[in-house]
């Protein structure tokens, strides 16, 4: 039980602290201040936690968190390269 209540913890932090950054790229489309490859890395380890979630765990609360977490950090990390790549050839365009 007590498991369960700090992995919901651990889910609405997780919510809350990525869910700003999302909604500010979205909003200005502009990443330039992210590092890739830091956000490459979260991803990584992301991934590595979800799978260990789903192959070493039935938990579904610790699934349910893992899998928030990875989403976001896919999502930053799109935001992150579109953005930049939009940035990039909107600069090469002659006007």
Do not use: H
């Given at each position: ?49 979800t799978l260990y979630a789903l192959l070493c765990t039935d938990s579904f609360m ?34």
């Open positions: 039980m007590l498991e369960n209540v700090l992995l919901g913890i651990v889910s609405v932090c997780t919510f809350i602290s990525y869910f700003p950054q999302i909604v500010k790229c979205l909003k200005t489309r502009q990443a330039e201040d992210l590092s890739i490859w830091s956000w490459i890395l979260w991803v990584v380890s992301s991934v590595s936690y610790l699934i349910f968190e893992t899998c928030l977490e990875l989403g976001f950090c896919l999502i930053i990390l799109i935001c992150a390269i579109v953005f930049r790549k939009n940035k990039t050839q909107k600069g090469t365009i002659k006007e």
